[in-house]
């Protein structure tokens, strides 16, 4: 099999034959944290960040990034001081948020499952809104804005029953969907929210899926999502916002056709919010992406432990496991692998299966991948690991968790440290 050209991009690119992030040789990074080991980039952030920033400069918007992406402290400050906002489904994201210098007036909290003191915690701290997902949920929030004694402000997610052609994993619009609420119930809510004196009804929002391929399922909601806020509006509802959730997609390397720019699905939220007449002045918009800001901006550096084949497979065996990244052992889903050191151009690429060390034949980061002869003690890359990598890893097999690395051009940083073994039993009673 001869050699195809290896996708690079601004931040993860060839220098003088070895991959870099940035300006910083990944070798360098390698020598110093050892692997395995993620190494974000600040500038893709920074970028991904003012993609979708002017793709909703039509109107007033808050771009709150979705914290379970990615919740390192140093990226979520990095995203604070740009003016981002915070998307949170748990306290715990909230403290992190609140933490790395979100003010909470930035802040919305979505989620189907909040606990009662979940919900006290958010009213507490004041938050810009609660988004309600559930009319018993709807009971707790007004029974806690009652106790706490000021009304508590609050969005309504709607389910649009919109299909956004996506993995049924992150399909999150459908009828069928737990998220959300179907826009006749949501109808049924609106009296009753306006009538309270501890409700204020500041919002509603929508959010379909995520890695959306096309845009006009998004233009199709946001559509629908525009005619439920027109009838809050008329019911008497001050609306501040329209919150049109997040989807925005992002290129994990095996593609056939490029997903749209963000001025596409821009595009398709302004066509949406004006064919239902709601894109009005007083009314912000609001997005959540995730894996959209940080998503590219990461990498998962490995290195090769052995190559061994078996019947019929070649396997290399690299020290990044499941554990680290679970999206392949979890949705099949696909991350494009880059050797450190650049192939030649007619370099033969073999298929094999790139698996980890964790007892678990789920083990793997990618099957039947071509990549050019690596021997043991070669690092490879793993791109597109910045989202739902760190986030999702566990220390199963008593596996420490590992460093993480901000690159700013020619300059990296330690943002969090390989855990040691006092991690491996941390809160656990020996007696």
Not at 114 to 139: M, P, S
Not at 145 to 164: C, F, K, T, Y
Not at 241 to 265: K, L, N, R
Request: hydrophobic share 40%.
């Amino acid at each position: 099999m001869s050699n195809a050209h290896i996708s690079e991009s601004p931040w993860f690119s060839y220098r003088d034959g070895e991959l870099a992030c940035e300006q910083v040789p990944l070798a360098s990074i390698a020598a110093e944290v050892d692997t395995p080991a993620f190494v974000y980039s600040g500038a893709a952030i920074d970028h991904a960040y003012r993609s979708i920033d002017e793709a909703l400069s039509f109107a007033p918007h808050l771009i709150a990034y979705a914290v379970k992406a990615n919740g390192n402290l140093s990226v979520l400050a990095r995203l604070a001081s740009q003016g981002c906002g915070a998307d949170i489904v748990s306290v715990g994201e909230m403290q992190r948020a609140l933490k790395a210098g979100f003010p909470p007036e930035r802040i919305i909290y979505s989620g189907v499952g909040k606990r009662r003191e979940e919900i006290r915690a958010a009213a507490q701290a004041g938050i810009r809104a609660l988004h309600v997902e559930n009319t018993q949920e709807l009971d707790v929030v007004e029974s806690v804005a009652r106790e706490l004694g000021r009304p508590m402000s609050i969005g309504l997610r709607v389910n649009p029953d919109v299909d956004p052609k996506t993995h049924p994993y992150i399909a999150t619009g459908l009828r069928e969907s737990k998220f959300g609420l179907s826009i006749p119930v949501a109808e049924e809510l609106v009296p009753r929210i306006l009538r309270s004196e501890h409700l204020l009804l500041e919002s509603v929002a929508c959010h379909i899926g995520s890695q959306l391929s096309s845009p006009q399922p998004l233009r199709e909601a946001i559509e629908i999502l525009g005619r439920f806020a027109i009838h809050c509006i008329e019911e008497g509802a001050r609306l501040r916002a329209i919150d049109v959730g997040g989807g925005w997609p992002m290129h994990y390397g095996q593609e056939v056709d490029p997903y749209p720019a963000a001025s596409a699905f821009g595009d398709a939220i302004r066509e949406g919010l004006e064919a239902a007449d709601v894109l009005r002045p007083g009314i912000e918009i609001i997005t959540e992406p995730g894996r959209a800001l940080v998503g590219d901006a990461g990498a998962l550096l490995t290195r090769v432990l052995y190559t061994k084949t078996q019947g019929a497979r070649r396997f290399v065996i690299v020290d990044a496991a499941m554990t680290e990244l679970i999206r392949p052992a979890l949705y099949g889903a696909y991350h494009a692998i880059m050797p450190l050191v650049e192939p030649a151009p007619d370099a033969e690429l073999t298929p094999v299966d790139v698996v980890g060390p964790v007892c678990e034949s789920g083990d793997f980061v990618a099957r039947d991948r071509p990549l050019p002869g690596v021997e043991p003690g070669d690092l490879l890359v793993i791109r597109g690991a910045g989202a739902y990598g760190r986030e999702m890893q566990s220390m199963y097999n008593a596996r420490p968790l590992p460093p993480e690395v901000l690159v700013d051009g020619a300059r990296s940083r330690l943002v969090r440290r390989r855990s040691g073994p006092e991690a491996l039993w941390q809160g656990e009673i020996l007696e």
